[in-house]
């Protein structure tokens, strides 16, 4: 025998409006995706894409570097902190010990072969800079360099290192930004779109080309 109170249409079991009458048909709705067939893989890192930073790192005695950093991320809003990880093999990893400071580059479609190139080439062989022709500005907290031709500059101070096994992750709090002044409008709106931010997925660069939504759209009144 079937007890189950009759469900009115639209309505669900727990007595929430189904989403069929609330969302519209087609693009970005919640109704309209398909069930998906999936493999089941070993663990492994599976979150994409993320930013692909160049981290600029210096020792006491003031030499410089870049580092390519994909595994990276935001930690807390306030106070604002930031997490990088690094292997402890990568030249880079004595000066972010030695300093404590680095500074988080964002990265662009314009700065995507710099980008890969700090990730595949190490600063015991080459000078960074000098090789990719970039421009060091001073940065106002950090002994590390800005990267000049980048939109978007983070200066952090590490407050802990946490060795997790091939990577340490380095948890810095933000000290200081510095933003392009190119991408603000009139009334000092960032457009950080305008600089073509670059992502990394699955071993790919990628530039951002569509705008889906803006945050909170989903519940946004029509
Ligand atoms: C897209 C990309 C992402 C990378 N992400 C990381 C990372 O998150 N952590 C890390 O230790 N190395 C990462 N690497 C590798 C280093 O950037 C690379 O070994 C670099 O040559 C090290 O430079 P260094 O020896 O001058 O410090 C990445 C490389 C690329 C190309």
Same mark, same amino acid.
């Given at each position: 025998?079937?007890?189950?109170?009759?469900?009115?249409?639209?309505?669900?079991?727990?007595?929430?409006?189904?989403?069929?009458?609330?969302?519209?048909?087609g693009h970005g709705s919640a109704v309209h995706k398909a069930v998906q067939k999936k493999q089941q893989w070993k663990p492994g890192n599976m979150v994409y894409p993320v930013p692909a930073v160049m981290?600029?790192?210096?020792?006491?005695?003031?030499?410089?570097?870049?580092?390519?950093?994909?595994?990276?991320?935001?930690?807390?809003?306030?106070?604002? @902190?930031?997490?990088?990880? %690094?292997?402890?093999?990568?030249? *880079?990893?004595?000066?972010?010990?030695?300093? $404590?400071? /680095?500074?988080?580059?964002?990265?662009?479609?314009?700065?995507?072969?710099?980008?890969?190139?700090?990730?595949v080439k190490s600063g015991r062989e080459v000078d960074k800079f000098q090789e990719l022709h970039l421009t060091r500005q001073k940065g106002a907290e950090v002994a590390p360099p800005l990267i000049g031709?980048?939109?978007?500059?983070?200066?952090?101070?590490?407050?802990?290192?946490?060795?997790?096994?091939?990577?340490? @992750?380095?948890?810095?709090? %933000?000290?200081?930004?510095?933003? *392009?002044?190119?991408?603000?409008?009139?009334? $000092?709106? /960032?457009?950080?779109?305008?600089?073509?931010?670059?992502?990394?997925?699955?071993?790919?660069?990628?530039?951002?080309?569509?705008?889906?939504?803006?945050?909170?759209?989903?519940?946004?009144?029509?």
């Amino acid at each position: 025998m079937n007890n189950r109170k009759p469900v009115m249409k639209n309505q669900s079991k727990t007595g929430r409006k189904s989403a069929a009458k609330q969302f519209p048909k087609g693009h970005g709705s919640a109704v309209h995706k398909a069930v998906q067939k999936k493999q089941q893989w070993k663990p492994g890192n599976m979150v994409y894409p993320v930013p692909a930073v160049m981290v600029t790192v210096a020792d006491k005695q003031g030499r410089d570097n870049i580092i390519t950093v994909a595994w990276t991320g935001t930690v807390c809003t306030n106070p604002p @902190m930031v997490y990088i990880s %690094v292997r402890p093999e990568r030249y *880079s990893y004595h000066m972010l010990q030695e300093t $404590g400071e /680095f500074v988080m580059n964002l990265t662009t479609r314009e700065l995507a072969f710099a980008t890969d190139y700090c990730g595949v080439k190490s600063g015991r062989e080459v000078d960074k800079f000098q090789e990719l022709h970039l421009t060091r500005q001073k940065g106002a907290e950090v002994a590390p360099p800005l990267i000049g031709e980048s939109p978007v500059n983070i200066e952090c101070r590490i407050t802990e290192c946490v060795p997790l096994g091939s990577h340490h @992750m380095f948890l810095a709090e %933000v000290v200081a930004v510095h933003v *392009s002044e190119i991408y603000m409008d009139k009334k $000092g709106a /960032f457009h950080l779109e305008q600089a073509e931010p670059m992502v990394y997925s699955h071993g790919k660069y990628f530039d951002l080309n569509h705008v889906l939504g803006t945050f909170g759209y989903s519940i946004r009144k029509r």
